[in-house]
């Protein structure tokens, strides 16, 4: 037997013998009305069709209780494992999120900021393009909302904005130097300028080779790649190497795991770590960001961790602060120290 279909709360009050208040206070949150009515409500809510309209009841407030959220490929699973994070500290803190992707591109990173300015949210992590992302679509936007950057920064600084991610300098400080102190120095395979994080993490790899007295050394790689498959751009430029006899016993540090995937991939498909008899080969790779697969491939990388659920939980506060307490104020960068993760790549 179908339930009746309820459309309005006004509706909905009628057919159930709930005040329109008292509703309203349940939908909105179900700790601000008695348990008892909470359960009555719940109890005749079974007995019929009804969907409560989220956006339609917080047109007319001050506040929508929504936060967007615009990263750059819902695919990598290390902007999903952030978003998981963002949703459960917001969730806590009584705020919906609205997510969005920009998809690599920079046109629809201009499109899903416009679109949360349209949504009237309450404030938005962003994890910006950066090197062609949209400064002029983001300074327009913190004149609406409060914007937290995570992972990586727009082009240039934007007031009364935040950032945090991970401390490039730190973390790439770190593996060069566990590398150098455990074998052969390593030389760099970059990622494709697409964030900030490509400039800061080669930026690193150079001040730290340098203080340690080495020389750095770059991978030869295509120029004016623009593609986030980042497995594919280490498997194709390290095939290319490997298969004329180059780096084959040298130590790789990518700019992250994904690029160290595709690199051992193709380490592989040359039998560059386990030849024919079995005997481990000079070749090491190591990677950055702890992938959640760098634990799982063969052999596993060595790698440093990003702090992904403390980048989420950390944006999360910030934002909720400026929401609160104003858009105003000193613009606050929080870098996070990864850790790292000694495996069977090196």
């Not at 037997?1 to 909905?12: A, F, G, H, R, V």
């Not at 995570?150 to 060069?176: C, H, M, W, Y």
């Not at 909720?320 to 495996?343: A, F």
Request: hydrophobic letters at 35%; charged letters at 25%.
């Amino acid at each position: 037997m179908s339930k009746p279909k309820i459309n309005t709360m006004k509706e909905l009050s009628k057919a159930i013998g709930i005040s329109r208040p008292t509703l309203a206070r349940f939908f909105e949150d179900e700790s601000k009305v008695l348990p008892s009515t909470s359960k009555k409500i719940k109890d005749r809510l079974e007995g019929v069709d009804y969907v409560y309209n989220f956006l339609a009841t917080r047109q007319n407030r001050k506040t929508t209780g929504l936060i967007g959220v615009i990263v750059p490929r819902f695919q990598d699973l290390f902007f999903a494992s952030l978003l998981d994070s963002i949703e459960k500290a917001a969730r806590v803190a009584g705020y919906t999120i609205i997510t969005q992707s920009s998809h690599g591109e920079k046109d629809y990173e201009e499109q899903a900021v416009n679109k949360l300015r349209s949504m009237n949210v309450d404030g938005a992590i962003i994890a910006p393009l950066g090197i062609e992302g949209n400064f002029e679509a983001f300074r327009s936007a913190v004149s609406d909302f409060p914007i937290i950057f995570a992972d990586s920064r727009p082009s240039q600084p934007l007031p009364n904005s935040d950032f945090v991610g991970t401390d490039n300098e730190k973390s790439i400080g770190l593996i060069v130097e566990y590398l150098c102190r455990s074998g052969k120095a390593p030389i760099f395979l970059a990622m494709p300028n697409l964030n900030t994080n490509a400039i800061e993490r080669k930026e690193a790899y150079f001040e730290k080779m340098r203080e340690l007295g080495i020389q750095p050394e770059v991978v030869d790689a295509p120029k004016g790649n623009s593609s986030w498959q980042f497995e594919q751009y280490g498997f194709e430029v390290m095939d290319s190497h490997f298969g004329q006899g180059r780096y084959v016993d040298a130590t790789l540090l990518c700019a992250n795991d994904r690029i160290a995937i595709g690199a051992i991939r193709a380490a592989n498909t040359h039998n560059l770590f386990f030849g024919g008899s079995g005997s481990r080969g000079e070749l090491r790779i190591a990677g950055h960001d702890d992938h959640p697969l760098s634990r799982y491939i063969f052999p596993s990388i060595t790698t440093v961790a990003q702090e992904v659920d403390d980048i989420g939980n950390e944006a999360v506060k910030l934002l909720i602060n400026r929401i609160r307490n104003g858009r105003d104020g000193v613009t606050l960068m929080q870098r996070l120290e990864g850790t790292l993760k000694i495996r069977e790549s090196t």
